[in-house]
């Protein structure tokens, strides 16, 4: 793959460390461009993120996380020249679904692959692009994917589940099959 290929990743402060880090450093090594925007922010602005743990209690605990460097700008962002679109979890979705032109830029990806894990659920409902279709989040999440339409996939927090182009998962234990789901979305080949 070459420079060329490009994603682009939705961020916004709060959102899950490890579902922004990950994603991003894995399609780079494979070879992507990705470029993390965020709205009201450029290229060089930083985000905050939250570490989101499983720790035996009715929900996950919560722990300040890493600040995490933008690389492009938000207002400059053509969604004609991506290859497919990256929503990670954390708080930051439960508002970004308030700005009209984040929804406009996942609309935009509706026929093309995107990925979303946890939260992410919540910025698809708000797009009304999952009417009809399997999507997997969060649990707390269920009634967003429900109200939209969607048919929420209850699955183990370790697996993802791919609808057409679009590659869901309930929370970032499930990188390795969210991940390698997306790739194979995206026609990649990667094998050893």
């Keep these: 793959m070459t420079d060329d290929v490009k994603l682009l990743m939705l961020a916004g402060d709060y959102v899950e460390d490890y579902e922004i880090m990950v994603p991003y450093q894995?399609?780079?090594m494979v070879g992507y461009k990705v470029d993390v925007i965020c709205p009201d922010k450029k290229a060089g602005d930083k985000v905050l993120t939250a570490i989101h743990d499983f720790e035996g209690a009715q929900t996950y605990s919560e722990k300040p996380g890493h600040a995490f460097v933008l690389n492009a700008d938000f207002d400059a962002i053509d969604t004609d020249e991506y290859l497919g679109l990256i929503i990670p979890g954390g708080r930051a979705p439960e508002y970004l679904r308030l700005n009209a032109r984040v929804l406009e830029i996942v609309k935009a990806f509706s026929d093309r692959p995107i990925a979303a894990i946890c939260h992410?659920?919540?910025?698809l409902a708000a797009a009304?692009?999952?009417k009809g279709r399997e999507v997997s989040a969060y649990p707390a999440c269920r009634?967003?994917?429900e109200?939209?339409?969607?048919?929420?996939a209850d699955i183990p927090v370790t697996e993802a589940v791919t609808d057409g182009e679009l590659v869901t998962a309930p929370a970032w234990p499930a990188h390795p099959a969210w991940l390698?789901?997306?790739?194979k979305?995206?026609?990649a080949n990667v094998s050893i």
Excluded: E
């Excluded at 992410?120 to 910025?123: D, V």
């Excluded at 109200?147 to 929420?152: H, I, N, P, T």
């Design 128 to 130: 009304g692009i999952i």
């Design 185 to 187: 979305v995206l026609g």
């Design 26 to 28: 894995a399609l780079l």
């Design 147 to 152: 109200l939209a339409g969607g048919k929420y």
């Design 120 to 123: 992410g659920a919540q910025l």
């Design 180 to 183: 390698a789901q997306f790739l």
């Design 143 to 145: 009634p967003d994917v």
